[in-house]
């Protein structure tokens, strides 16, 4: 399904995604070559099914587990965050509109959130950023590693022949359509790594199926899904020239986070080197 390109050196990347219109394509870097796309709900629902299963429980159905974590982190949330989608102007025209609890922009905001903090949810982070998803690729990556970019609105043109332009709004009922899908999501209250990574999401109208899996019921999805390989050999020079592009994790993650864990590629560098002023 993935049209695979092995990437020979920095020049062969730039020729590769400089021919994708930044539009339509987004990335997502993984820093190993053989996993697949899968979202946290959908490896944390393995778990729990494995556990269950092991301690001879019952394993209850993912889209109860997940509507279970929802609720839990929306009763919850306020005691450390001031915000909530349900505090801004935008929700109350949105809840005035549909007032009910299957508002599903809504309901993305929420589990926007819960990804920020690391709660596990059926999206899955991508960039518009080809140079972002790069540096992900090589984060923490010992092995080969790789970018997946893939055709969004291909995707979106399709979905819209297939099931009308409301699609969008039906991307949690997996029983609507009778099919698989994907949709891009960008949130409407961005937090600021989101904003520095260039990031959205794509989200899955089920929580069963893999995401190679909804990808195959797409046509011609071998002209708009790309797996681009980053051999190890390269990583060290690519870790170097997007450090030159400001492309680190100082950048990409604000605060004394993002600055402790930069301190990490400064070993990348002589200590000479790493000195401003001599």
Known sequence: MWKEIHIDNWEHYNKVVLKLNPKDWIFRGQNNVDWKLETSFHRAAKYIKEVKRNAKQRVYNRDSYEKEIINQFKSQYHLYQPYSPESSSSFIVELIKNPTDENIEVMLEWLSIMQHYGAPTRLLDWTFSPYIALFFAMENAPNDSCVYAINQNALDIENKDNFGTNYK??????????????????????????????????????????????????????????????????????????????????????????????????????????????
């Open 169 to 278: 709004k039906d991307v949690m009922k997996p029983n609507k359509y009778g099919s698989l899908f994907l949709r891009a999501y960008e949130p409407s209250f961005k937090n600021e790594r989101l904003v520095r990574q260039q990031g959205l999401f794509l989200v899955p109208n089920s929580n069963f199926a893999s995401f190679d899996d909804i990808l195959d019921t797409y046509d011609n999805i071998s002209e708009n899904a790309i797996k681009i390989l980053i051999d190890k050999e390269l990583h060290f020079k690519f870790l170097i020239t997007l450090k030159r592009m400001n492309i680190t994790y100082e950048t990409l993650f604000p605060g004394i986070d993002g600055f402790c864990k930069s301190l990490k590629f400064s070993l990348l560098e002589t200590a000479e080197n790493v000195k401003r002023i001599k």
